[in-house]
Nanobody, 125 residues
Framework: QVQLVESGGGSVEAGGSLRLSCAASGYTGRSYCMGWFRQAPGKEREGVAT????????YYTDPVKGRFTISQDNAKNTVYLQMNSLKPEDTAMYYC??????????????????WGQGTQVTVSS
């Protein structure tokens, strides 16, 4: 059973930066598609970025391209989301998730089997 624990959320002003971390345990030695998702109040959950633990392919949703970077440290079983130039519209609960499938652009949240508890990101104008 894969367990995911997010950290690093908080409150920042617009233009600021945050780095989210997702520490994973219970890996079975296989590769996973690791993803960051977010959900703002009253809105649907949105995929933000994904990375494949068996390689380096990454995918981003258009609103965060050029501002967010997903990365991984396989030795630590940790995935990061560096968020720069934050905007008020980035305010949401951010979730880390893992899928047994390979990553591809637009992979839906329904294909992710394991989820963290979420970490809140609030960006003020």
């Amino acid at each position: 059973q894969v367990q995911l624990v997010e950290s690093g959320g908080g409150s920042v002003e617009a233009g600021g930066s945050l780095r989210l971390s997702c520490a994973a345990s219970g890996y079975t030695g296989r590769s996973y598609c690791m993803g960051w998702f977010r959900q703002a109040p009253g809105k649907e959950r949105e995929g933000v970025a994904t990375i494949y633990t068996g390689g380096s392919r990454t995918y981003y949703t258009d609103p965060v391209k050029g501002r967010f970077t997903i990365s991984q440290d396989n030795a630590k079983n940790t995935v990061y989301l560096q968020m720069n130039s934050l905007k008020p519209e980035d305010t949401a609960m951010y979730y880390c998730a893992a899928s047994i499938y390979d990553c591809y652009s637009g992979i839906p949240s329904t294909l992710f089997h394991y989820w963290g508890q979420g970490t809140q990101v609030t960006v003020s104008s």
